[in-house]
């Protein structure tokens, strides 16, 4: 049985990720289409306009980072080997922990020091784009690391099975086709 607390944060964690989800699609549509409109305007317009690179870029900092918030939770990160699926619980349980401690000490350390960071953001302009402050992609590092500090949070709380058993979320198997 789950503890409240445990079902309250697995839940947002959820809710979270789905917008994560839904929010990096829109970025790497929107991404798309800017810079195909860069290219339609610098080979048929001859005249490429300034903003579109900048304007892509944003979209692909926040693409980035909130689609890589999606796959630490879905356990689809980049790890050698997830080899603490087979030991006793014991050990599964301080793997875990280990895992959650390394996770939050770096994104604490990310955390502490996002608001300076930020600062200087503020005051910088985007090159192509004037008045629109360099913050706008600088606020993508801080939103990830708190995304994945709630998602590792809830994967320290709410009991999980081994990262190699199929879930909702992994890809069909198309190599056995029904007739």
Known sequence: MMSPLAAGLATISRILDGLARRAAVFC???????????????????????????????????GGF???????????????TNISDHFPIIWRWVARLARFAAVATFCGTVLYHSPSFLVRGMNTDFFGLAGVP???ATSAVPTFMM????????????????????????APNISRRES
């Open 66 to 80: 909130l689609g890589a918030s999606a796959a630490f939770r879905a356990r689809q990160d980049i790890v050698l």
């Open 134 to 136: 360099v913050v706008l």
């Open 28 to 62: 790497v549509f929107m991404m798309t289409v800017v810079l195909a409109y860069q290219v339609f305007a610098r080979y048929a317009l001859a005249a490429p306009p300034s903003w579109t690179e900048e304007l892509g870029r944003l979209f692909m900092v926040w």
């Open 147 to 170: 995304l994945v500090l709630i998602h590792a949070l809830a994967a320290l709380l709410v009991p999980q099975g081994p990262s190699n058993e199929p879930t909702e979320r992994t």
